[in-house]
């Protein structure tokens, strides 16, 4: 199922998607499950499901850690599709953010196939740019998945052009140049890149990298379609699994991921012109 | 400079279905400027003259060709050393980092950041930063930092921050994943001075440019010294930029054999080995399609080798290809052979080689006995072995007071 349909909703309804990003069998594949889950019923509109791997270059020290974690207990690709069937049961489009040694090891056809038959939407792939993905190309359209390939503020023009062309679903703009984080502050460069993207395609346009509340949520929806969050999400249940607490791992979760929501319903341009407007 | 002997990689950076640049968009803007900045700085002769000089009096090139006759007697064949160990910093290394720094100023950055295993890129590096006065940053895995604790303060001493990386198994590979982390978020300013013929298209033929002078003078040197072109080419190989900068001189030489042996630390059937070609199969990692190990859902499996510098579970995809078409062969070798040649070579010739280069010496024996007495075998001799002096004397036991 695209996640075309998250976006017309909440186009409908006047605000972003939220996105929430949580790696597959961490804490264990079923305390993953039921985080995801509680991520849906808390708000979060398309769910990300990530698949551990060894040498995550995009990724921080937050997330690298989940995965490490995560690989030692054994997580494995069938954990992955397991878990995406499960959460897509919830009814919100599901997607898969993976690098790509593990999909060319499974089979890109195969995992595609998979993927598709436990109702997964698609792809986020951080290390894999339309210039080498012509087998995914070929079996995203066989199988309609949707592909999200990641635009950067360093991409010039005719890359935005040619990488938003090959998306299908959204264009994942990366805010920042960097890895994956929390960060103080939300990027200057994030809303140029946006609007140049905008340009370039009609497809919405999420964006990621340091998103970690409800206020910085509601400033990046400001002038992004989507907003995608993830190291924020997983260091709650880094630390529930510090504290061998995990309930309280998936209340924070939920807890964090209502906060986001109702962010991505309070766009801050709104505010900040009605501000201006009243003054 | 010498005229391409290949035509690959391709406009794209593939060598066949190997190669290629899988690597986070945020870098290809830097990959595209690193690309053309270095056509044309091969093209611009105060460039090429520059670096030529800097080869020349800096780092002592051309090093010597040497006939090993006394090795010879006990391979049974004429053996030639190419002696990258008489380079400046002790290995062929310094002709890379020569040149990417060279490049680094051209190309107006002012910090360079290597990943080092061992530390002999790192050190490699902080020197030709010490020398053209770039900032330098060596990422390094916390165990090989305690490993290496000496090469460790040879890099701060030549003004490098050394950062131990503690995430993921806390070696090499980890080492080159935060190097990839630092590039991502720095990259307008700073240029990562890849150290091997691995990572991202340009990295492989950019390397290779600046390690074939390896093979030019060899080849050169052989015919003149013997009078006609070898008969075999031996290298190890890690991720492989010793065995690409004296291969690639030969490639058109179909008379000549290339053989590069990896290293298949206690037995490539053990599984605890760092033959990528040998023992491993096609996949992605660190930016590039190639041979690497993995297991069977493609997550990347910890390297083991005696030599610190083969200690890696990649190979430079232009070997994958050279493997592929039968062009070059490569063999395992174990650290027992590679430790076994080590002490023949100290015993024969007064030469202490590195034990990366000890990989190339034992397939040379191989190779010897295979070819017998006519034949004539260069070996690339890629480093000295002052660095592994404390590895091999505990592997042979000369520690103790009773020796």
């Known amino acids: 199922m695209s996640v075309t349909k998250a976006f017309t909703a909440a186009r409908e309804q006047g605000r972003a998607v939220l996105v929430g990003y949580l790696p597959a069998g961490f804490p264990d594949v079923d305390t993953a499950i039921t985080a995801c889950r509680a991520m849906v019923e808390a708000g979060v509109d398309v769910v990300e499901v990530g698949m551990p791997y060894s040498d995550p270059v995009m990724d921080g020290p937050v997330i690298q850690a989940a995965a490490d974690r995560a690989l030692s207990r054994g997580v494995r690709i069938r954990d992955l599709l397991r878990t995406v069937e499960a959460v897509a049961a919830t009814g919100a489009p599901t997607l898969v953010m993976t690098y790509w040694n593990p999909i060319v090891q499974y089979g890109v056809d195969a995992f595609a196939r998979d993927l598709a038959a436990a109702g997964g939407a698609g792809l986020i792939t951080p290390d894999l740019i339309p210039d080498e993905a012509d087998e995914w190309l070929a079996a995203s359209d066989t199988y309609a998945l949707d592909r999200v390939f990641l635009v950067a503020p360093s991409s010039t023009d005719a890359r935005l052009a040619m990488t938003a062309a090959a998306c299908r679903g959204f264009v994942y703009a990366t805010s920042v140049m960097g890895v994956t984080g929390a960060r103080q502050r939300t990027s200057e460069a994030a809303p140029v890149l946006v609007s140049r993207v905008r340009e370039v395609t009609t497809l919405p346009v999420g964006v990621g990298l340091g998103v970690s509340n409800g206020d910085q949520a509601a400033e990046v929806a400001g002038y992004a379609d989507g907003v995608v969050v993830g190291s924020a999400l997983v260091r709650r249940l880094l630390d529930a699994d510090d504290a061998g607490d995990l309930s309280a791992g998936i209340t924070a979760v939920a807890d964090l991921a209502a906060d986001l929501a109702a962010g991505v319903r309070r766009p801050a341009h709104r505010s900040a012109e009605g501000v201006l407007g009243n003054a | ?403």
């Open chain 2, 1 to 403: 400079m010498s005229a391409p002997v290949s035509q690959l990689p391709d406009q794209t950076g593939h060598f066949g279905p190997y190669g290629g640049r899988f690597v986070p968009e945020a870098l290809i803007a830097a990959l595209n400027e690193l690309e053309a900045a270095h056509r044309e700085a091969m093209q611009d002769p105060q460039f090429t003259d520059e670096l030529k000089r800097l080869l020349r009096e800096y780092a002592g090139r051309p090093t010597l060709l040497y006939e090993a006759r006394r090795f010879s007697q006990k391979a049974g064949a004429r053996i030639l050393l190419k002696r990258e160990d008489l380079a400046h910093t002790g290995a062929h290394k310094i002709n890379n980092v020569l040149g990417q720094a060279l490049l680094t100023v051209r190309m107006g950055k002012r910090r360079v950041i290597a990943e080092t295993g061992a530390g002999q890129h790192g050190v490699a590096t902080a020197t030709a930063a010490a020398l053209f006065g770039l900032e330098c940053v060596i990422y390094m895995g916390e165990v090989d930092t305690k490993r290496q604790a000496l090469n460790v303060a040879r890099m701060r001493m030549l003004g490098a921050e050394v950062v131990p990386v503690t995430t993921g198994s806390r070696t090499l590979k980890d080492a080159m994943n935060e190097a990839f982390r630092d590039w991502v978020t720095n990259v307008d300013h700073t240029h990562y001075l890849i150290g091997s013929v691995g990572g991202p298209h340009p990295f492989p033929a950019l390397v290779r440019d600046y390690q074939r002078v390896i093979g030019d003078e060899a080849r050169e040197q052989i015919l003149q010294q013997v009078g006609r072109l070898p008969d075999a080419v031996c290298a190890c190989v890690g991720g492989g930029s010793n065995a690409i900068g004296v291969f690639y001189a030969f490639l058109g030489d179909e008379s000549v054999r290339l053989y590069g042996f990896e290293a298949g630390g206690e037995g490539v059937e053990t599984g605890r080995h760092a033959a990528a070609i040998t023992g491993g199969r096609p996949g992605v990692l660190h930016g590039a399609r190639s041979y690497l190990l993995q297991d069977d859902e493609g997550q990347t499996i910890e390297s083991h080798s005696i030599s610190a510098g083969l200690d890696y579970p990649g190979v430079g995809p232009e070997h994958a290809w050279l493997h592929d078409t039968g062009r070059a062969q490569y063999r395992a070798v174990t650290d027992a052979e590679a430790m076994e040649a080590f002490l023949l070579l100290c015993r024969t010739e007064g030469i202490i080689p590195a034990l990366e280069s000890s990989h190339a010496l034992a397939g040379a024996l191989k190779v010897a006995a295979e070819l017998g007495p006519d034949a004539v075998i260069l070996v690339n001799l890629s480093g000295r072995g002052d660095k592994d002096v404390a590895t091999a004397a505990e592997y042979f036991g000369y520690l103790g007071e009773s020796r």
